[in-house]
């Protein structure tokens, strides 16, 4: 499968933790899109990078960071949780030209206890 | 400030009836439009983007700037069209390439 990927599907974890979510994009795609998706904000953009580097940031709460490595792939740091913290996090990829197309992760689903 | 709005949070219709679903922006730039669809348990797919001004599963959008809209249409439902669908709007400058969404509408075609 040559499409966005994310690791866990799943991740249950009380509140004060820290976890770290993994997303792989399309082959080829340079950048990486983080997106919460909760019942009352809806979508929410968290964070951009390109070929390694920041280069947007929406929402994101000083608890959580992100870095994409050398090979692309990228991670969503977590800390401090909170319940307010449950949600669906996206990853997303494209190829970074001007407003391409974001194909989308499956999703990793965060319970926060 | 930039935002979308879908007014309609579920959209009920019987199969072979038009659908309509109702999608507004704010953006002082040039706007860039998309259609996602979330069908149940699966990841969100592009449904389609203005700027190809394609018809993709039989829906159409149009960019309306004088309204600020980007309606998505069918003329006539499908039960396999029922899940969600969420409108975005995709930025340039400073949080180039960030897509704001909105709250999505959930649409049910009923046979």
């Known amino acids: 499968d040559s499409g966005v990927t994310q690791t866990p599907k799943h991740l249950i974890t009380a509140t004060g933790q820290r976890v770290t979510l993994r997303c792989s994009p399309r082959?080829?795609?340079?950048?990486v899109y983080w997106y919460q998706q909760s019942l009352d904000q809806g979508l929410q953009f968290l964070i951009q990078?390109?070929?390694?580097?920041?280069?947007a940031k929406g929402n994101i709460l000083e608890r959580f960071s992100a870095q994409q490595f050398p090979d692309l792939h990228s991670e969503l740091n977590l800390s401090s949780l909170e319940l307010g913290d449950s949600a669906l996090y996206f990853c997303?990829?494209?190829?970074?030209?001007?407003?391409?197309?974001?194909?989308f992760g499956p999703g990793t689903r965060l319970t926060v206890l | 400030a930039q935002r979308v709005t879908q007014p309609e949070k579920l959209l009920s219709v019987f199969k072979g009836a038009p659908v309509e679903l109702k999608c507004n922006y704010s953006?002082?730039?040039?706007?860039?439009l998309f259609w996602y669809v979330q069908y149940s348990r699966q990841r969100l797919q592009l449904l389609l983007r203005?700027?190809s001004r394609e018809s993709i599963k039989g829906f159409t959008a149009d960019l309306n700037k004088g309204e600020t809209s980007f309606h998505l249409k069918k003329p006539f439902a499908q039960e396999e069209d029922s899940a969600m669908y969420y409108c975005?709007?995709?930025?340039?400058?400073?949080?180039?390439?960030?897509?704001?969404f909105g709250k999505g509408t959930k649409l049910s075609v009923k046979p």
């Open positions: 997303a990829s494209s190829t970074g030209r001007l407003i391409d197309t974001q194909y």
């Open positions: 082959s080829g795609d340079l950048s």
């Open positions: 990078y390109y070929n390694g580097e920041e280069r």
């Open positions: 953006y002082s730039g040039s706007p860039e």
């Open positions: 203005h700027i």
């Open positions: 975005a709007l995709g930025l340039y400058g400073g949080s180039q390439g960030n897509l704001i």
